[in-house]
């Protein structure tokens, strides 16, 4: 026979409330029970996390945005950039001038941008945990950091650049140039980059983690890589000048 507890399923059910009902456990028993009747039947129970037994998830959406207000109704366009790539850097430095402040486009799209790790460049790990470090750190110029970055790609943080360096001596070099172009201190960023014991990562591992799992559930392999509206634009390329970023626009907003 039932117990009162599972009888009350009866009740709820024929009051209408089967669409709202929840799963719980009382006495040993399953029953069902609208929302916030477990409360009542157990205010002494620890309230459960959602996400027990899960992987962690991200507190905030990932990827830093820029320009015009998302849902403004201004196209939104995702850049996906790996900071060891130099067409990431071309396409970067042709773009982000004209979206900055005081730029022609700073307000006419919203510009994600998601950092993207490109396992076959040795050093790319570390280059990103370091962006992601001077965002905690001095969000505001995170962009200020990302094109520093790219400046000095090519002369000293190509794989070539640092196959004489420990990762330590890498993850310093970065730190000090956010010091120099940002208003983070080298010592916050290198706390933020200094390994644990084992196999425990950094302090930005969990959030490489989750750009890493982003990129791939949305196909992303070579960089750099565009999203309009969240679907992939091939055809726009790291080459592309200011001229044609406005036009792209020009034809999203129906400005032409």
């Known amino acids: 026979p039932f117990s009162a507890s599972c009888r009350a399923r009866e009740h709820v059910m024929a009051a209408g409330w089967a669409p709202m009902l929840m799963m719980t456990t009382v006495a040993g028993c399953r029953a069902m029970?609208?929302?916030g009747a477990s409360r009542v039947a157990n205010a002494g129970a620890r309230r459960l996390r959602m996400t027990a037994g899960g992987p962690p998830l991200p507190p905030?959406?990932?990827g830093y945005t820029w320009g015009a207000a998302p849902g403004s109704g201004a196209p939104h366009i995702e850049l996906f950039l790996d900071l060891s790539c130099p067409f990431s850097a071309k396409g970067f430095h042709n773009l982000?001038?004209?979206?900055?402040?005081?730029?022609p486009l700073v307000d006419r799209a919203t510009f994600t941008l998601h950092q993207v790790v490109q396992p076959w460049h040795s050093q790319s790990t570390v280059m990103h945990e370091a962006?992601?470090?001077v965002r905690e750190v001095a969000p505001d110029d995170y962009l200020a950091y990302v094109g520093a970055v790219f400046s000095k790609l090519m002369s000293e943080y190509t794989v070539e650049a640092v196959k004489?360096?420990?990762?330590?001596?890498?993850?310093?070099?970065?730190?000090?140039?956010?010091?120099?172009?940002?208003?983070?201190?080298?010592?916050?960023?290198?706390?933020?980059?200094?390994q644990g014991a084992a196999n425990d990562g950094c302090a930005m591992t969990?959030?490489?983690?989750?750009?890493?799992?982003?990129?791939?559930?949305?196909?992303v392999h070579v960089t750099p890589t565009v999203f309009v509206h969240?679907?992939?634009a091939p055809t726009i390329s790291s080459s592309w000048t200011a001229a044609e970023w406005t036009g792209l626009i020009d034809e999203l907003t129906g400005a032409q």
């Open 131 to 133: 962006a992601l470090a």
């Open 96 to 103: 982000y001038p004209s979206t900055a402040p005081g730029g």
């Open 33 to 35: 029970l609208v929302p």
């Open 164 to 194: 004489g360096e420990t990762r330590t001596q890498t993850a310093s070099r970065l730190a000090r140039l956010a010091e120099e172009t940002t208003a983070a201190p080298a010592a916050a960023v290198e706390e933020l980059l200094a």
């Open 230 to 232: 969240g679907i992939e």
């Open 60 to 62: 905030k959406p990932l």
């Open 206 to 219: 969990q959030m490489i983690k989750w750009t890493t799992k982003h990129h791939r559930a949305r196909g």
